[in-house]
């Protein structure tokens, strides 16, 4: 439920830092892209507890942790650029 919600608040600040982003006048909107770093914080950290539990190649074996890595992965990348 706690990942769910996680979720939920990081797809609301993409869609807000898009409307900020494209909609309006180019600003720096450095408060969302804060935000955005604390809402991946715990499924970065959840997907690294994971791998760690279960073992790289475990966690390799299923097919949607890799849907997780390129979410978080593209993520990251968001904030970066």
Known sequence: ????IMHMINTILIIIYI??????EPKEDNIII???????TYPA????????????????KDTWNYADMIYVSL?????YF
Do not use: R
């Open 45 to 60: 950290c959840y997907e690294l507890f994971q791998m760690v539990k279960i073992g790289l190649v475990g966690y390799l």
């Open 75 to 79: 993520s990251l990348t968001n904030i």
């Open 19 to 24: 409307i900020l982003s494209y909609y309006h």
């Open 1 to 4: 439920l706690i990942g769910c």
């Open 34 to 40: 804060l935000l955005l770093a604390i809402g991946i």
